[in-house]
């Protein structure tokens, strides 16, 4: 997800007054221009196993890898934030599902309504689900990444921040993305040096990390080629694909409401398990919950969901298998509920009557 920077709010003559009293004053200071990673002995032994594994030329790959920029700034990226914030679902929400992205939401969908109808049909994945993810991920294809994902996985393969706390197993998670990244450029006749993408290293419309290019992405507009850097058709079918593999079932909601048991103990038990479906409706009914509407004829196991409002009430929802199944997108239930809404909200807008 991209992080936004808060910027102070000026009046225009007095943020003009103040940028002509800092060019006065003193220039911006400038990053210095990264470096090359260089050659260390992890970096070799990787270039040396991949080459053998695949057949490549290992004194080329070599130098390729050397020759990366090691970017201080995906390191600094890739760390937690420094200060905790007190999570807020409705301040969350209102970043995606808003009038502008909604809009570009409605052209996209008009556009494309024939790849999204036939993702719908092939995968059983309703076309609001995949223009919700869509419109999370990059705005519709406005923004996928201005970072070389060469240079950003190289840095994280090799330079992952020790203060991170997971930093064994993330490094070890982006040597391995580097590694599908290599092999993925080659399939596709892309230029390693030249692919763009986000500060991890992920990828196009739908922002597919390379492992899951090479494993879920499909060719979904016929040409015979997979490109998720410039074709919606195949970032459409893709995602569909995404989530039909991991266990979309057509025709169930992806949630429902709820009322928590007034008793602490089961309130606490019940959300335990997060986003995790594990309570059946008759359990929940037991402990006290009231599922709401439809939600008391649902068939299989149900997760309860707390989303923090900073000092405001919660929000609570049962989340269903496909609830479970869009948080394999990104694993968090604030991402999840945005992609539904904004989905949901984009569908609405697009039945409209003009005018």
């Known amino acids: 997800?991209?992080?936004?920077?808060?910027?102070p709010h000026f009046c225009a003559g007095l943020a003009l007054s103040l940028g002509l009293v800092a060019q006065v004053q003193a220039k911006p200071k400038r990053e210095p221009p990264p470096k090359p990673l260089g050659t260390r002995p992890a970096l070799v032994a990787f270039a040396n196993d991949l080459a053998a594994a695949e057949g490549w030329d290992a004194a080329q790959l070599?130098?390729?890898?050397?020759?990366a920029s090691n970017l201080p700034k995906v390191r600094q990226l890739i760390l937690p934030a420094t200060t905790q914030t007190a999570k807020n679902w409705n301040a969350?929400?209102?970043r995606f599902i808003e009038p502008k992205r909604i809009e570009a939401g409605v052209a996209f969908w008009a556009e494309h309504?024939?790849?999204?109808?036939?993702?719908?049909?092939?995968?059983?994945?309703?076309?609001?689900?995949?223009?919700?993810i869509l419109g999370v991920e990059t705005f519709y294809g406005r923004i996928t990444g201005g970072f070389k994902v060469l240079d950003a996985l190289a840095t994280l393969a090799f330079d992952f921040p020790a203060a991170h706390p997971r930093a064994a197993d993330r490094q070890a998670f982006f040597r391995s993305?580097?590694?599908?990244?290599?092999?993925?450029?080659?399939?596709?006749?892309l230029d390693p040096t030249d692919v763009r993408g986000s500060y991890a290293g992920a990828l196009g419309w739908p922002q597919f990390m390379p492992g899951s290019w090479r494993k879920y992405a499909v060719d979904f507009d016929?040409?015979?080629?997979?490109?998720?850097l410039a074709s919606p058709a195949d970032a459409i079918g893709s995602i569909a694909h995404y989530l039909a593999e991991f266990g979309w079932k057509p025709g169930q909601p992806t949630h429902y409401g709820v009322t928590l048991p007034v008793d602490p103990a089961e309130r606490a038990r019940l959300l335990a398990p997060d986003i995790k479906p594990t309570f059946s409706v008759a359990e929940l009914l037991a402990a006290g919950a009231e599922p709401t509407g439809a939600a008391r004829n649902h068939v299989g196991p149900l997760a309860v969901i707390e989303l923090h409002n900073g000092g405001e009430p919660p929000t609570v929802v049962?989340?269903?298998?496909?609830?479970?199944?869009?948080?394999?997108?990104?694993?968090?239930a604030y991402y999840a509920l945005a992609v539904i809404e904004l989905g949901e909200a984009v569908k609405a807008a697009l039945r409209q009557p003009p005018g």
């Open 1 to 7: 997800m991209t992080r936004i920077r808060l910027i």
């Open 62 to 67: 070599h130098r390729q890898l050397a020759a």
């Open 92 to 94: 969350y929400r209102d």
């Open 113 to 132: 309504e024939a790849a999204l109808a036939k993702a719908e049909r092939q995968y059983g994945v309703p076309a609001e689900v995949i223009m919700g």
């Open 177 to 189: 993305e580097l590694a599908e990244f290599l092999r993925l450029t080659r399939e596709q006749g």
């Open 222 to 228: 016929g040409d015979g080629h997979i490109n998720l």
């Open 318 to 332: 049962l989340g269903t298998e496909n609830f479970w199944v869009v948080t394999r997108y990104n694993w968090s």
